[in-house]
């Protein structure tokens, strides 16, 4: 039997996996902990040009580090270019733009933690 603690979209679970005798599936029991554990939230100071916010939001869809910019304010974008890229659990995740346009604000700086749903840039 071994004792496992696994964290799923901020909330934590204690999970015991014990082994099988030939049945070829291992029972698996899991409770949720009493409370979650937070994660370090990012102050939201952004780092482009001030009041220059774009109507198109471009946010991240899991909570990591940013890990590098791959787009600045004033550069075309077309649907599905990449705009950012976490890291989260040593992968690399392109945030992509949604649609075209052009870069109006990066909201982050590399290295910042963020939540999911964070705002990480916006289009014109």
Do not use: R
Request: hydrophobic fraction near 50%.
């Amino acid at each position: 039997m071994k004792n496992y603690t696994i964290t799923v979209n901020g909330n934590v679970y204690d999970v015991v996996v014990e082994e099988g005798a030939g049945s070829g599936a291992a029972p698996v029991a899991a409770a949720p902990k009493a409370a979650p554990k937070a994660a370090p939230k990012a102050a939201p100071a952004p780092k482009a040009s001030a009041g220059a916010a774009g109507s198109i939001k471009i946010e991240a869809g899991a909570a990591g580090k940013v890990f590098k910019l791959e787009k600045s304010v004033g550069q075309a974008v077309k649907k599905g270019d990449a705009v950012v890229i976490l890291e989260a659990m040593k992968m690399e995740i392109p945030v992509v733009a949604p649609q075209d346009g052009t870069v109006a604000s990066v909201d982050v700086a590399v290295g910042d933690s963020v939540e999911a749903g964070a705002l990480l840039a916006t289009l014109n």
